[in-house]
Nanobody
Framework: EVQLVESGGGLVQAGGSLRLSCAASGFPFDDYAIGWFRQAPGKEREGVSCTSSSDGSTDYADSVKGRFTISRDNAVNMVYLQMNSLKPEDTAVYYC????????????????????WGQGTQVTVSS
């Protein structure tokens, strides 16, 4: 059974930090790029960051560059999103998703290209 399980969300004051985790199982992790997306109430889903399956490359939305850092540990099928200097506008449900890269798809890709999604974790940043 394919699973992507996010954790680490919560309530934090502006300027604070959170570290999100994404635990993957049930698919060949090394063949998949992993992306983080977020969706705030009344807004479109937004790609936040992505880490490739092989060469370690990463990608970030302009809105989070310099504040968020994505990393992955293929040994334990985990991806992390370190979020620093959080702002109220970062408030959203954060999702991790897996993108099969065997057939040419690459980070960051479009949301519809992703094969598997987690249930999400809420991040709330108070002002």
């Amino acid at each position: 059974e394919v699973q992507l399980v996010e954790s680490g969300g919560g309530l934090v004051q502006a300027g604070g930090s959170l570290r999100l985790s994404c635990a993957a199982s049930g698919f060949p992790f090394d063949d998949y790029a992993i992306g983080w997306f977020r969706q705030a109430p009344g807004k479109e889903r937004e790609g936040v960051s992505c880490t490739s399956s092989s060469d370690g490359s990463t990608d970030y939305a302009d809105s989070v560059k310099g504040r968020f850092t994505i990393s992955r540990d293929n040994a334990v099928n985990m991806v992390y999103l370190q979020m620093n200097s959080l702002k109220p506008e970062d408030t959203a449900v954060y999702y991790c998703a897996a993108l099969n890269t065997l057939y040419g798809s690459t980070c960051p890709g479009e949301g519809y290209e992703y094969n598997y999604w987690g249930q999400g974790t809420q991040v709330t940043v108070s002002s």
